[in-house]
């Protein structure tokens, strides 16, 4: 980057430019990159290397040793200590770790980038790393707002990458088996899902250590701000953003974006009509984010209802993820998928009718995984299979754009005390959704073998 550009950008950052309302590219778009073979080796940049980053970057250094298949090339980040950790665990020179993103990206050794900011620059970098010919490995939310869901979608189209979002939920084996199962009809037509997120932290979920080397003179306090609104120096906002605002959705885009993948993709991937949601600050006061939260997000012909807090554990045990549908309820348990299967009193046997009858779950195991780095190995593996085949990773950029419109339009449900409604077709907030479908006709149902049953089952 030339020192005119750099003054610019440092400029415009200080006058408080939100370069995540601009939705494009800041950095000099490229019209070819190099193409990674097979045997190739994955060149790796990593943007913003605090927690969720050095576990990628430890994970990612044992596949280097292990696999060979790819190799951490560079390093960026605002906070000189974390800087220099990144440094020594990836083995790379001081040449290689950036200040600023966009000297990482301006590099012709680095084939793709793994993007674990905080959520308020995954827009605009995400933006400035399609331009400038890489592929990406956006960690989740995916994006601070909407409106840079939607110019992703068009930049991966536009420069011809591939972006994986970082829900690992679309790369597990039961998330597949769920898809295949509602596919073939197994619980029948779709009314309802449920899932959680729920943790009890004594003190306060996302209260991360405050680093005592943390001070102004070691974190780039105003390029770290970016597009968010100017404040003097914070050290909790910025070891702690997940509990504000301007950098953050919470429960909602933390954990319940991770939550809504994995039951919205076997259902099929759409935009909400309506979402609502409730909750509030109970316990932990010391946030502006909810610790106690659930949406209700309504489509045209199922709704998905999500429920979590960061005061109580025993949410996730009693209300776990479940897919409802006429004929049955599939639940993920373990190395299993259980399908629930309904009873109906037509076709039980009459001697049978009236008792409470509940047959044994059906089960599909699911395949065992070989040794994992982590948790999310299987979603980078998949990730860096498609760099080098240009396929459709798991969880693209449409994906994601679908998830965030419903994550996003529960914070502003949240936060406005209203009903949020979305036109799908125009894809962008309206004032009031389509009517809710009315089934007019002669008076019939289905019938008994519609459903897949034969007329004399158990009649």
């Known amino acids: 980057m030339s020192r005119e550009s750099r003054r610019a950008f440092v400029g415009a950052v200080a006058a408080g430019t939100a370069f995540g309302a601009q939705i494009r590219p800041t950095v000099t778009t490229r019209s070819a990159a190099r193409v990674v073979g097979a045997n190739d080796r994955v060149r790796v940049g990593m943007i913003g290397v605090g927690g969720m980053g ?43 770790v950036h200040h600023d993103y966009r000297d990482l990206l301006a590099r012709n050794d680095v084939d793709a ?21 890489k592929d990406v490995y956006l960690e989740k939310p995916m994006t601070h707002t909407i ?9 991966v189209k536009k420069y011809n990458r ?59 306090w105003t390029r770290w701000l970016g597009p968010a609104p100017k ?14 605002w301007d950098y953050s959705g919470g429960i909602a885009t ?13 259902m099929g991937p759409q935009f909400p009509a309506r979402v609502s949601a409730s909750g509030g600050i109970y316990v932990h006061k010391d946030r502006e984010v909810p610790d106690t939260y659930a949406t209700m997000i309504e489509y045209p012909d199922f709704y998905i209802e999500m429920s979590g807090s960061m005061g109580n554990a025993g949410m996730g045990r009693h209300h776990r993820q479940a897919i409802y549908g006429h004929k049955g309820t599939l639940v993920v348990n373990g190395n299993e998928v259980l399908l629930y299967p309904e009873t109906f ?22 395949p065992v995984l070989g040794p994992q780095r982590d948790a999310r190995t299987p979603h980078t593996t998949n990730f860096f299979a498609c760099v080098r085949s240009r396929k459709q ?7 994601g754009h679908k998830i965030i419109v419903a994550i996003k339009l529960g914070v502003f449900a949240y936060r406005e005390g209203r009903t949020k409604c979305f036109d799908p077709v125009a894809q962008r907030i309206v004032e009031k959704s389509a009517p809710r479908k009315e089934y007019k006709g002669d008076g019939k149902n289905h019938t008994v073998e519609e459903l897949g049953y034969k007329a004399t089952d158990g009649v």
């Not at 409106?147 to 068009?154: L, M, N, P, Q, S």
């Not at 933390?254 to 076997?266: Q, S």
């Open 393 to 399: 990773p798991n969880a693209p950029a449409e994906i």
């Open 54 to 96: 050095t576990v990628h970057l430890r994970a990612f250094m044992k596949q280097s040793e292990d696999e060979k298949d790819i190799e951490v090339v560079g390093v960026s980040d605002v906070y000189t200590k974390r800087k220099e950790r990144a440094r020594d665990i990836a083995r790379i020179s001081d040449k290689q």
């Open 113 to 133: 980038v793994l993007i674990a900011a905080p959520d308020h620059w995954h827009g605009q970098m995400a933006l400035d790393a399609l331009a400038a010919g």
């Open 345 to 366: 009193p037509e076709l039980q046997s009459r001697a049978q009718r009236g008792q409470a009858i509940q047959p044994e779950p059906r089960s599909f195991a699911l």
């Open 254 to 266: 933390d954990l319940f974006f991770h939550a809504l993948g994995p039951i919205l993709y076997p």
């Open 231 to 244: 404040r003097p120096f914070d050290a909790d906002r910025y070891f702690r953003f997940r509990k504000y």
């Open 147 to 155: 409106e840079e869901a939607k110019a992703i979608v068009d930049a």
């Open 162 to 220: 591939v972006l994986q979002v970082g829900n690992q939920g679309l790369s597990a084996a039961s998330t597949h088996q769920l898809k295949q199962l509602i596919d073939a009809g197994e619980i029948g037509p779709l009314l309802c899902a449920q899932a959680t997120s729920a943790r009890n932290s004594l003190l306060g979920e996302w209260n991360y250590r405050v680093e005592p080397e943390g001070t102004p003179e070691t974190i780039d």
